[in-house]
């Protein structure tokens, strides 16, 4: 099958992965390869794939910060502009297929306006313009929506629970491995935190329940919000509790297998837990909060508390031992592995092909978008 998969335009698709979205579409694409598909990405420059299609020339986080740009119409245009030449060239490619893994909502309505079988998998809680694209188009031929998980399904309207699809983000199992595999190594003291280092992520938290329960942690992930990390994690580093940077994933591998546990502190509707899933792989349990779809990801695998609770987080931390490591692999194995999600998107792709229906074309949409409309898109 030949597949276009449109990855979103903040981040370069490259190492050290920004975030789980990032390794997620880069695992995607291998993983499509492997079984055979004929994968084209579209994403931004400086991504690494060897069939890359430059949306634009540059991440719009490196020209036009989210933080400052997010809502106007100058961000709003420049991923409009993107995303309409991204789809005139996959128009003209015959694709198959295309994979919306950009949270970018208008590519809905133009694959469903041009007969395109489009599967949208969606990795945030949905937000207004998307869940409004989605809304209106997810009864239309050709038209699929998946999500990472069933809590994700819940914040969804009731009116379109029943179309989405839920299929798990998957992790390379063969790098995501236990110590049992690399039999020099043996497990540490110290816990592991990965992610974005930002409010909703819960590094502070993390910090602040690791010196609690007076336990190592090293914490790791690009420093997104660096005022909130000047004012509410570096205050608590110290001996024990050190921030070691953004490293690519085969050294973050390498932490995370030899870790006491991974630390997943999310403060929002987490859709999924990538990182979660990645230390379950590597036979490492999972010490966090219970927000979001962690705990469908986590099982029985490690110890979750309540939303917030420092103290409870630093008990956790204490009775982690308990847990079976080698019941964490499994769970991976049987749930999170790359073969399983690609094989949950065949079965979309296959559902969006053969009720696929008829053309059209996004540019008289952007010929006559309003500068409101253009606004409302950021």
């Given at each position: 099958m030949k597949i276009a998969v449109l990855a979103h335009i903040r981040h370069a698709i490259a190492e050290p992965f920004k975030g789980g979205m990032e390794a997620h579409c880069h695992a995607l694409c291998r993983g499509l390869r492997a079984r055979g598909h004929e994968v084209t990405l579209f994403a931004a420059a400086g991504s690494d794939d060897p069939a890359l299609v430059p949306t634009v020339a540059q991440p719009y986080e490196s020209v036009l910060p989210f933080e400052l740009w997010h809502g106007t119409e100058r961000l709003?245009?420049?991923?409009?502009?993107?995303?309409?030449?991204?789809?005139?060239?996959?128009?003209?490619?015959?694709?198959?297929?295309?994979?919306?893994?950009?949270?970018f909502a208008?590519?809905?309505?133009?694959?469903?306006?041009?007969?395109?079988?489009?599967?949208t998998s969606q990795h945030v809680p949905p937000f207004g313009a998307m869940r409004n694209a989605v809304a209106a188009h997810i009864g239309r031929p050709g038209v699929a929506v998946t999500v990472t998980s069933h809590h994700q399904v819940s914040l969804w309207p009731e009116a379109c629970r029943d179309r989405l699809r839920v299929v798990p983000n998957g992790v390379d199992t063969d790098a995501w491995r236990p110590l049992a595999a690399n039999p020099e190594e043996t497990v540490g003291e110290h816990l592991t935190w990965v992610g974005r280092i930002a409010p909703n992520k819960g590094t502070a938290e993390a910090v602040r329940a690791a010196r609690l329960a007076k336990a190592a942690l090293r914490v790791f992930g690009p420093i997104e919000d660096a005022a909130y990390f000047a004012r509410e994690v570096a205050p608590h580093l110290c001996e024990q509790i050190?921030?070691?940077g953004h490293l690519d994933s085969a050294r973050l591998q390498q932490e995370i297998r030899t870790s006491r546990a991974a630390l997943v502190t999310p403060r929002w509707d987490e859709p999924f837990g990538l990182v979660a899933a990645e230390a379950l792989a590597s036979g490492t349990p999972v010490v966090g909060f219970a927000r979001g779809a962690i705990p469908e990801v986590v099982g029985d695998c490690g110890i979750l508390g309540?939303?917030?609770?420092?103290?409870?987080?630093?008990?956790?931390?204490?009775?982690v031992a308990k847990v079976d490591r080698s019941l964490c692999r499994e769970r991976a194995l049987a749930r999170f592995s790359i073969p399983r999600m690609i094989a949950g998107y065949e079965c979309c792709y296959a559902a969006a092909i053969s009720a696929c229906g008829t053309a059209g074309s996004p540019r008289a949409i952007?010929?006559?978008?309003?500068?409101?409309?253009l606004e409302a898109l950021a």
């Open positions: 709003a245009a420049y991923q409009f502009e993107g995303f309409a030449s991204a789809f005139d060239h996959l128009r003209a490619g015959s694709f198959d297929m295309v994979h919306n893994n950009s949270l208008p590519v809905i309505g133009w694959c469903a306006d041009a007969g395109i079988p489009c599967v050190v921030y070691q309540p939303d917030g609770d420092v103290a409870a987080l630093a008990r956790a931390i204490q009775a952007r010929s006559s978008i309003s500068a409101k409309a």
